[in-house]
């Protein structure tokens, strides 16, 4: 009997957040384990959760902080988009408060404006900000 193989969903969330200087940031995370570099907060949906749980669930697990979901951004499936399996994500935006503290899958943590991410993104992060930060722009 032939074996039916499905991508995995996951979720990832674009955490906007306020600098201790006042000025706003989205969080990114320094990965842990391979893929390395940089990403957005986020990972797996588990069974029997939603993907609003999920993304509410990582987002703690890996900034420590608890956020509030705003809008949801789209939704990636590019089959090459992680290097390690074919992966569909749901990609969130959403608000925080506080100073967030690296766990779990996330060796360092930082706040950064958009014309600081100027390096290389794990995943398809890249594409994922630059979708966010033109549809954030065209709102101003």
């Given at each position: 009997m032939e074996k039916y193989r499905y991508p995995i969903p996951t979720v990832d969330i674009i955490i906007e957040i306020e600098r201790e200087n006042g000025q706003e940031g989205i969080i990114l995370i320094k990965r842990?384990?391979?893929?390395?570099?940089?990403?957005?907060?986020?990972g797996f949906v588990d069974c029997g959760e939603s993907l609003e749980e999920a993304a509410v669930r990582e987002a703690k697990e890996e900034t420590s902080l608890d956020i509030r979901l705003k809008s949801q951004l789209h939704t990636y499936s590019d089959p090459k988009r992680d290097p390690r399996q074919h992966t569909i994500s749901t990609v969130y935006v959403a608000a925080a408060q506080g100073k967030p503290k690296a766990q779990d899958d996330a060796q360092d943590i930082g706040i950064f404006t958009e014309e600081e991410i100027n390096f290389p993104l794990a995943f398809d992060h890249q594409k994922v900000l630059a979708d966010y930060f033109k549809q954030k722009n065209k709102n101003l």
């Open positions: 842990k384990n391979p893929p390395y570099g940089w990403a957005l907060p986020g």
